[in-house]
Nanobody
């Protein structure tokens, strides 16, 4: 069974940066593409970024392209999301999951709040 635990969120001013981490249990982590997703209050969860199993390919939502960077360390079973130039519209709970996501793998997420 895979468990995903997100961390690194917090309160930051607009223009600031945060680095999110997603620690995964399970020996098959490195076999799968992984993604970051977010859900803002009153909105549906949306795709943010994804990375292939090897880390060689990355994809981003248009809204974060050029500001966010996804990476992974398969030796540590961890996926990261470096977020720069944060905007108030980036405020949301951020989740990681496989890409495409698996329902039973959703964790608690980590709250990111950007003040303007």
């Amino acid at each position: 069974q895979v468990q995903l635990v997100e961390s690194g969120g917090g309160l930051v001013q607009a223009g600031g940066s945060l680095r999110l981490s997603c620690a995964a249990s399970g020996r098959t982590f490195s076999s799968y593409a992984m993604g970051w997703f977010r859900q803002a209050p009153g909105k549906e969860r949306e795709f943010v970024a994804s990375i292939s199993w090897s880390g060689g390919s990355t994809y981003y939502a248009d809204s974060v392209k050029g500001r966010f960077t996804i990476s992974r360390d398969n030796a540590k079973n961890t996926v990261y999301l470096q977020m720069n130039s944060l905007k108030s519209e980036d405020t949301a709970v951020y989740y990681c999951n496989r890409r495409p996501p698996v329902g039973e793998y959703w964790g608690q997420g980590t709250q990111v709040t950007v003040s303007s």
